[in-house]
């Protein structure tokens, strides 16, 4: 289980990175989404998998190993929340550069030819 969890972060972080590198502005938006995804799937992870498994309770004398752990799902909530609101900032952004100047590449200009 956790070999899969692992190539998958891997190939949503490596796929975010190619698309960070590609001229387009959207292009540029998707991957910074597709790596904060990856991010956190692997803090997600972190927290060890568990299935079937309450989280913790508050019990005299329980053994905290065969609780899940909280905090990691309160950190992966907390980052999609500044993840959802930083991708609304870069979409306006990218709405306004569109129109000022009037080209949706990174540099503002299309290439050459």
């Given amino acids: 289980m956790e070999l899969v969890i692992a190539i998958s972060v891997g190939i949503v972080f490596g796929a975010g990175v ?3 590198l590609r001229p387009r502005t959207f292009q540029l938006i998707t991957g ?3 790596m904060s995804y990856a991010v956190n799937l692997f803090i997600f992870a972190m927290g060890r998998l568990w299935v079937n498994q309450p989280p913790i309770t508050p019990v005299a004398g329980i053994d905290p190993t065969q609780f899940a752990d909280p905090l990691p ?3 992966v909530l907390t980052a ?13 952004i990218m709405i306004g550069a569109r129109g ?10 299309e290439p050459r030819e």
């Fill in 18 to 20: 190619w698309l960070i």
């Fill in 32 to 34: 910074l989404m597709l």
């Fill in 73 to 75: 799902q309160a950190l």
């Fill in 80 to 92: 999609i929340v500044i993840g959802f609101a930083t991708t609304a900032l870069y979409l306006v």
């Fill in 100 to 109: 000022l100047t009037g080209s949706d590449h990174v540099d503002g200009e």
